[in-house]
């Protein structure tokens, strides 16, 4: 991987973090940093190309939203994976509420591969939202896993 599209990769995690932990206006409230230094973080411009969050925001932002997120982008890029440790990720019941969900998330997942093909390639940004689409279809995928191995 090219150090651009690891740059991306990095900023596209970053981007599903604050996004599944309820954006960035809420985070801005619990860390360090403001807005708009948290929206460089996410940025695939080209000014903003060398703004990459810190660890320990990256991992409040991953606490926030429930999954390392931007963490296992980190470890992936590295060659290694993560896994929950028992008792760490919290089951909910499974409903027909939560196979909506999977449902619609991975639905997301097809229209970003869709579209980004539409023109014959997939490029950066195309992969950016790939990736967080899969990455919200992921744990919507553990959430229901999670409920089952606690008896939900």
């Known amino acids: 991987m090219r150090f651009d599209e690891s740059v991306i990769s990095l900023k596209g995690a970053t981007e599903a973090s604050f996004k ?60 290694y994976g993560l896994s929950p440790l028992a ?26 591969i869709v579209a980004a093909m539409a023109d014959g390639k997939i490029d950066a940004l195309d992969r950016k939202k790939i990736a967080q689409e899969t990455r919200e279809a992921i744990r919507a995928l553990q959430e229901v896993l999670a409920g089952l191995e606690d008896g939900q």
């Not at 940093?33 to 991953?62: H, M, Q």
């Not at 760490?88 to 997301?108: F, I, M, Q, S, W």
């Open 20 to 79: 599944l932990g309820g954006g960035l206006t809420s985070f801005a409230l619990l860390t360090r940093v403001g807005v708009s230094t948290l929206s460089k973080y996410a940025s695939v411009s080209e000014e903003f190309r060398d703004n990459v969050i810190p660890v320990d925001i990256a991992v409040e932002a991953d606490r926030r939203a429930g999954s390392p997120i931007i963490i296992a982008e980190a470890a992936q890029q590295l060659g």
């Open 87 to 112: 008792g760490h990720v919290e089951g909910k019941p499974v409903t027909e509420a939560a196979a909506l969900k999977v449902l619609h998330e991975a639905n997301d997942v097809s229209r970003a």
